[in-house]
């Protein structure tokens, strides 16, 4: 059965950013809500986040598997999605404007969209196809040399290679940025990124001609999306222009 990738993503952006409106600047959010799949502290803000979408794929005909951060396997369908309701939920708590909704899913076609739940862009692009902000053609520019790092081992052995760096707090987005060129790279080698903070954003990045890899410059999640103990697995992620990302992981494996 053929589906709108497009409008189920955009429907459950939505019906997050709804869910969680009331939440935002309240003691509330920052409520203990049990233990999440990645083996840490789940925040009533992320729970609430999640159940809006399980609400919605449940109302729905889509026979789904839905990966996402909180619960982290649901469901036996076809269509696999894989969700973080919202990436950067320190910065939501803390009232720092940059967090977002990622949604991918795999069926018969590849989809990744990105909303920005601060400034309501959407970042998204099929698998092959050409990726959109806001429905728009994305065209790169890169005026300054800025970049987003999560400081891990041999960080300093990047620095030199972009003017400035800052850490922004939400992967999903900072991807996105790097596809439209706002930021040249990002480079996060703390080996805490999973699979639901990456998912979208790397059909949007592969989709506009962008390097997604580890720090030896191999595939993401190769041995899984998934640890012996069944949290989610942690990697290091170095995404950037292809020239950039080579540059990168020379860098970051030389002695």
């Known amino acids: ?54 609400e919605y794929l449940e109302r729905g005909s889509l026979e789904y598997t839905l990966i996402t951060e909180e619960s982290g396997i649901r469901g036996e369908g076809d269509v696999v999605i894989i969700l973080d309701p919202l ?26 969209l990105v909303k920005n739940l601060c400034t309501h862009e959407i970042y998204e692009a099929f698998a092959g196809s050409t990726p959109l902000k806001n429905g728009k053609i994305i065209t790169q520019s890169r005026s300054e040399s800025i970049a987003s790092m999560y400081i891990g081992t041999q960080f300093e052995k990047v620095l030199p290679l972009v003017e400035a760096w800052r850490c922004l707090g939400s992967l999903a987005l900072e991807i996105s940025y790097v596809v439209e060129g706002t930021l040249q790279a990002v480079v996060d080698l703390r080996k805490k990124a999973r699979i639901v903070d ?10 506009g001609g962008v390097i997604l890899t580890n720090e030896h410059g191999k595939h993401l999640f190769a041995n899984g999306f998934f640890d012996e103990r069944g949290h989610f697995r942690g990697e290091c992620v170095v995404c950037a222009d292809p020239v950039l990302h080579r540059k990168i992981i020379e860098a970051l494996n030389s002695w």
């Open 1 to 54: 059965m053929e589906y709108d990738y497009s409008g189920i993503a955009r429907d459950i952006a939505t019906l997050i950013e709804k869910a969680i409106a009331p939440l935002l600047g309240t003691r509330e959010a920052q409520e203990p809500a049990g233990e999440s799949a990645g083996g840490g502290l789940t925040r009533r803000i992320d729970r609430i986040a999640e159940d809006a979408a399980i």
């Open 87 to 112: 990436d950067g939920t320190m910065n939501a708590l803390t009232g720092i404007p940059f967090y977002s909704v990622s949604v991918a899913l795999s069926g018969t076609v590849q989809y990744g």
């Open 198 to 207: 990456i998912a979208a954003a790397a059909i949007i990045a592969r989709a």
